[in-house]
């Protein structure tokens, strides 16, 4: 249990910026790692494929399993400056509950990804990462 003077110092943290309290590795270069703030949880990552072949099929799959596609944009940059789509997508199945993700992808073997459980706490984690580089 933390103190209630650990506690005090990790809420001032949080309503300042994101704050990492997970990261996972997977099979070619994949990760999430899951960052708080005081308005909720959010992940953010990379899933990478064997090759881009399987990671097209792999980006499609998660296009269908989404209730719906919110925004399609073309020739957007990504935090590292790479020029791709990005895609904002929302969930709504038995497994996961409601959720967003906003994806970005440009046609090779990974695609980068944050998730959260509003679009509004997804934006404002997208607009972080920005300020991380």
């Known amino acids: 249990m933390l103190s209630s003077e650990n506690q005090a110092s990790i809420k001032s943290t949080l309503k300042e910026e994101f ?3 997970s990261r996972g590795c997977r099979r070619y270069g994949s990760y999430a790692q899951t ?3 005081e ?3 959010t992940s953010e990552g990379v899933s990478c494929s064997k090759n881009a ?3 097209n099929k792999d980006f499609h799959e998660l296009l269908v399993k989404s209730k719906r596609i919110d925004e399609r944009t ?3 940059k990504n935090r590292y400056d790479e020029i791709g789509e990005r895609i904002i997508l929302e969930f709504d199945d038995e ?3 409601k959720n967003v993700e906003i994806c970005w992808f440009d046609g090779g073997k990974c695609f980068y990804f944050i998730k959260a459980a509003t679009l509004e706490l997804a ?3 997208e607009k ?3 300020t991380q580089k």
């Open 95 to 97: 497994k996961s509950g």
């Open 35 to 37: 960052y708080y703030l």
């Open 128 to 130: 972080w990462q920005k």
């Open 53 to 55: 072949k399987r990671a």
């Open 39 to 41: 308005t909720g949880a």
């Open 123 to 125: 934006l404002e984690f």
């Open 74 to 76: 073309k020739d957007v």
């Open 19 to 21: 704050v990492m309290v």
